[in-house]
Every structure is written in structure tokens, then in C-alpha cells.
């Protein structure tokens, strides 16, 4: 801190006097920010980098954790392993499951607790709220108190499937039910006066304004599923997903085929990502409506 | 009046399947839990009768308070690393980043979109002896031994790698609601930057720091992934303990006692936490 009034004065005195060293200090102390989110960034991205390199590992043994040569065969035969895609189809068939199911389920809840007053809607509030307020290792081990004194279904696919909706409609409620909180309603209103039944408003005004929200309600339930371990080990019983095949190779050692799935996971969620990015820009562009556009847009006169 | 009545039957129709799969799978497994914290078994038949047996905790307790208050303290310490870490990054991202921002956003959720386990095996590697980075650590003093995988500070590594972006999203969300007018007027009125920063920007962020903590604090008191793989003997945690309790031992009475008292003091803390905070961050604003 003792530099301090140095660079201040030399930055008030004439540019050129400033000396290059104190120039170099000056510009340091502005950016220190940027610099330190910079390094956050790269910071964020290494683990990525090095499963991305090790997944063109050529380990010696059964562990791929120090790096020994270069070599493209696990890329080119990454489902060779019969047991990891095994565990790989079963994790993309429960995520899209639970996705598709606790997606329409949280969507419902999150209209009843944002457009409807009834009875019971504070409880209902923390009700969606509580599982997220709560540590994977109790949600697991209470579902599995559940189903052992129960005695029935027994662990399996029904369970894990029981299990992952139940802690995503939480994840897809709240997110629905912000979008919802921030919604123009005289939008709904406009639908009305011009005519429009409750169903058609909900159809053609409410529905796709949400439902950017319910797609990322959707994203974050399929990413929260796939990637689900925790609880997943507790209500699995003998099925295996891929997080849990990983759990048990990596006692006996981890095929690079782990890091090329895990990388194929990776890319294919960014291009999906990417994709429908693009797609909602050019939806926007072509129903934006803004002020100094509607002059222009003779074909939606009055809607705003 | 019967329009008021169909309202609220559509009300409840809405309701219904999540608040159902809710109570059903969620709230009555604790029920479940609770009762099971206070059977006793019958021995060597693995059926549970109950008893009232508040000894399951006392004894859970005794065997386990270690890695109890482990887990308790690695959570806060990788919690604070995560908002030393995530603020200046939130920050750049909500003030400073421009045509970056989205492109920045992206980095912070892209660790997620690998695999939370190989991830974490990710940072085995990296922490593993002779690396690049226990050497460069080893080199300025920070790790005298030269060892950093199975250790404390490896597990605490992981978590914080883990759970930063919990920490980045909500406090971008609250710093970018700030006005920035307000800035500009703490500064027209002579504030230097850094009084700025402390007495408007900090405290005007506080919901996002409130968020972002509690968002990192509770999955990392349970996480046992990370101790799992990054950690050795002596750093096993809470999560650890119950489910090696409930999975390999079948001990359920003492695993049920242990995350019934986790849960709990998870929510005394965060009930205090909330108190002194002064926020409800956490619940989300309510509707109109």
C-alpha cells in the first residue's frame, strides 16, 4: 500500500515524465481485477484441459493419473468397455426420464404457487424449496430408510428414478417460478380483453413466454441427473449409472475410456448449448418487441 | 363464487403431483429416518424394532464426533475460499466484461457439464506428488512436505474447486441488479475506489454473498466425494461415515442418528446465519 501516493502522483504528473516501471504498476493496479477473473477463469478450466488431454493417455497400468503417451485408440473405440456403456445408456435413459417427468411436474407447481392464492401456499413455497436446503448424503439415506422399511419397489431403475425426480422438481420449480415472478401480465391481460380464453391466453401468450424458463428448468434437471452420484448410491441397488461405475473402477483402476465418455458428454452438452443459444437469439429476433422497432413492425401493431 | 371455486380446484390440480411426489419421497423418508435413529435391532437379523433408543445418538456421536467437526470445518474454510474466489469473478462478469459476458458465464458452468467424478479425479492428477503444481507449491514454501494428495488440504482444494460455481452464479445474479448510477455517485462524491467497493457494492451485493455461502455450505458439509477420492484415513468426513454406515456396515440406527444430527445443525446454522444476514436469500422472493 506504501507505493500508493507514488503512482498517484506520477499519474498526475505529465504522461511522458511517468517512468515505464511505474506506467507497468499503474496499469496493474487497474486491471488487478480483470487479472484475478482471468485467473479464476483458467482456474475453472483446468480440470477440463487435463481430462481432455488424458483422455489420449497411454497409461502403462490400470490408473490414468500420471501421463505416459500419446495414443488415439481410446477415442476410436470409445465404447468398448461393455460395462461403461452399459452404465452410460442407463444414465441417459433415467436423465431423460426424470428430466421429461419432473419437468411437467415442477412447471405445475410453479404456476399454482405463483398465479394461484390458496390455502397452504407458504408451505407449499418451502416445501419446493427444502430438498435443495438439504444435504445429498440425508436426501439418500432417508429415501433409503424409506425403501428398505418399506420393502418395496426394490432398488433399482423404479427407485433411482423415484430418487432423481424427486430432488430435480425442486431445481425446475424454482427456476420456472422466477421467470414467472418477472412476467408482464398484461400481456395476459391484452389476450383477454381481446378475446382469448384462460386455456388460449395460457396457450398462445403465458406458454411461450415461459418457456425459456421451463427449457432451463429442463437443462439443469437432465445436467443434475446424469451427473447424480450421492443419492444414486444409496437407492441403486445392482443397477449401475455412469457416475456410480466410475465410484466402483476407481477402487480397481479407471479406464481412459472414463475421460473420452466424459469428454464426448462434455462437447455434446456445449454444442447443445450452443445450438440452442443461437436458436433462442434468432427467436428473439424475430418476435422482439421494442420500442423503437414498433414503427416498423406494422405486422404486430399493438400488442405492447 | 364459482369461479373462485374452479380457481382453486385448477390451484390444486397444479399442485398436486409435485407437492405429492414432494411429501411422499422427500418429507416421509424422513419420517422414516427419524423413526429409524431410534430402533433397535434385533441382533444378527437385520430387522429393526422401535424402542425410543436415544442411545443411537449418543453412541454415533461419541464414535464420530471427528469427523463430524472435520466436516464442519472444511465446509467453512472451502465456503470462504469459494466467495475470495467467485467475487472479483462475479464482478468482472456483472461490471466489466462487456460482449464477454455470456462467454464468461459459459466458463463458470462449463466444469459442470463434466463429470462430478471425474472432475474430481481431474484433481487428483493435478495435486498428485511431482506435479507441476505441488512442485511450483513445494517451491515458494506453501507445502514443506511436498505432498498435497490425501491430505485436508487436497480435500478442501476439491471441494472449493467443486462448489465454486454455486458461489459465482448468485452473486453475479445480485451484483448485476446493482444500478450502476449508484456507483457513479459514489464516486462523484469523492469515494475512492476501494470505499466504494466497501461501503456500496459489498453491502449492496450482500443477498448474493448470503445466497452464494449457503448455496456452497450445504452440499459441501456432506460431500464425501471429494474426501473419497482427493482425501486419505484421516480426512474422512461426515458423509463418509453414513454411508459407509448404511451401505457396507448396515448399521442403520447409528448412519439414521448421524444425518438426522447433520441435518439439524445444517439448519441451526443456517437459521443463525439467515438471522445475522438479515436476508431471505434463500427462499427467493416471494410473489406478488
Not at chain 1, 47 to 54: H, N, Q, R
Not at chain 1, 79 to 103: G, Q, R
Not at chain 1, 105 to 117: K, P
Not at chain 2, 64 to 81: K, P, V
Request: charged residues 10%.
Amino acid at each position: 500500500m506504501s507505493a500508493t501516493p507514488a503512482t498517484t502522483t506520477a499519474g498526475r504528473g505529465s504522461l511522458s515524465a511517468e517512468s515505464g516501471a511505474a506506467r507497468a504498476w499503474r496499469w496493474l493496479r487497474e486491471h488487478t481485477v480483470i487479472i484475478v477473473a482471468v485467473l479464476v477463469v483458467v482456474y475453472l478450466l483446468i480440470p477440463i484441459v487435463v481430462i481432455f488431454v488424458f483422455s489420449f493417455n497411454n497409461p502403462a497400468g490400470r490408473y490414468n493419473f500420471t501421463w505416459v503417451g500419446f495414443t488415439l485408440k481410446h477415442w476410436s473405440h470409445p465404447f468398448s468397455d461393455t460395462e461403461l456403456t452399459k452404465a452410460l445408456v442407463t444414465s441417459l435413459k433415467l436423465a431423460v426420464l426424470a428430466t421429461v417427468i419432473s419437468t411437467i411436474i415442477g412447471t405445475m407447481m410453479a404456476l399454482a404457487l405463483v398465479r394461484h392464492s390458496f390455502f397452504g401456499r407458504r408451505v407449499a413455497n418451502f416445501l419446493i424449496v427444502i430438498p435443495m436446503a438439504t444435504p445429498e448424503v440425508v436426501m439418500g439415506a432417508s429415501l433409503l430408510s424409506f425403501f428398505l422399511i418399506l420393502g418395496t419397489p426394490s432398488l433399482g431403475f423404479e427407485t433411482l428414478l423415484i430418487a432423481h425426480v424427486m430432488f430435480c422438481i425442486s431445481f425446475v420449480g424454482v427456476v420456472v417460478r422466477s421467470r414467472l415472478i418477472g412476467f408482464d401480465r398484461s400481456l395476459e391481460e391484452a389476450a383477454k380483453d381481446l378475446g382469448a380464453d384462460a386455456f388460449t391466453t395460457f396457450r398462445l401468450v403465458t406458454f411461450p413466454l415461459i418457456l425459456p424458463g421451463i427449457f432451463g428448468g429442463a437443462m439443469l434437471a437432465f445436467a443434475l441427473s446424469i451427473d447424480d452420484f450421492v443419492i444414486s448410491n444409496f437407492n441403486a441397488g445392482s443397477t449401475v449409472t455412469f457416475p456410480l461405475y466410475i465410484f466402483g473402477a476407481a477402487q480397481r483402476g479407471i479406464p481412459v475410456e472414463v475421460y473420452v465418455v466424459a469428454m464426448i458428454l462434455f462437447l455434446s452438452t456445449v454444442a447443445a448449448m450452443g445450438f440452442a443459444t443461437w436458436q433462442q437469439r434468432r427467436a428473439e429476433r424475430m418476435t422482439a418487441i421494442r420500442p423503437e422497432q414498433e414503427e416498423a413492425d406494422v405486422a404486430l401493431p399493438g400488442i405492447a | 363464487m364459482a369461479a373462485a371455486i374452479r380457481r382453486r380446484s385448477v390451484a390444486y390440480f397444479l399442485l398436486f403431483p409435485g407437492a405429492f411426489w414432494l411429501i411422499v419421497f422427500f418429507v416421509i423418508p424422513l419420517y422414516f429416518m427419524a423413526k429409524l435413529s431410534l430402533d433397535t435391532e434385533i441382533p444378527g437379523t437385520l430387522h429393526y424394532h422401535f424402542t425410543w433408543e436415544w442411545s443411537n445418538y449418543k453412541e454415533a456421536l461419541e464414535l464420530y464426533d471427528t469427523q463430524f467437526f472435520r466436516s464442519f470445518i472444511y465446509a467453512a474454510i472451502a465456503t470462504f475460499l469459494c466467495l475470495v474466489i467467485a467475487y472479483p469473478l462475479a464482478y468482472v462478469i456483472a461490471f466489466k466484461a462487456g460482449k464477454w459476458r455470456n462467454l464468461l458465464l459459459f466458463a463458470v458452468v462449463a466444469p459442470f457439464f463434466t463429470t462430478y467424478l471425474v472432475r474430481t479425479l481431474a484433481w487428483k492428477t493435478i495435486l498428485a506428488d511431482e506435479s507441476p503444481v505441488t512442485e511450483f507449491l513445494h517451491t515458494i514454501g506453501l507445502v514443506p512436505s511436498g505432498h498435497i494428495l490425501y491430505t485436508g488440504f487436497a480435500v478442501i482444494a476439491g471441494i472449493t474447486y467443486n462448489f465454486l460455481p454455486f458461489m459465482v452464479l448468485p452473486l453475479y445474479a445480485s451484483l448485476e441488479r446493482i444500478d450502476v448510477r449508484v456507483l457513479e455517485a459514489s464516486k462523484d462524491l469523492y469515494a475512492s475506489a476501494s470505499s466504494t467497493f466497501w461501503k456500496v457494492t459489498l453491502p449492496l451485493s450482500l443477498p448474493g454473498v448470503v445466497a452464494g455461502t449457503l448455496l456452497t455450505f450445504i452440499p459441501a458439509v456432506g460431500d464425501y466425494v471429494n474426501a473419497e477420492f482427493l482425501g486419505g484415513a484421516n480426512n474422512r468426513m461426515i458423509g463418509n461415515v453414513i454411508q459407509s454406515l448404511y451401505l457396507t456396515q448396515s448399521n442403520y440406527s447409528a448412519a439414521a442418528a448421524l444425518s438426522f444430527v447433520l441435518m439439524a445443525v445444517i439448519m441451526i446454522v443456517v437459521f443463525v446465519y439467515i438471522r445475522f444476514a438479515g436476508s431471505e436469500a434463500l427462499m427467493g422472493q416471494e410473489a406478488v
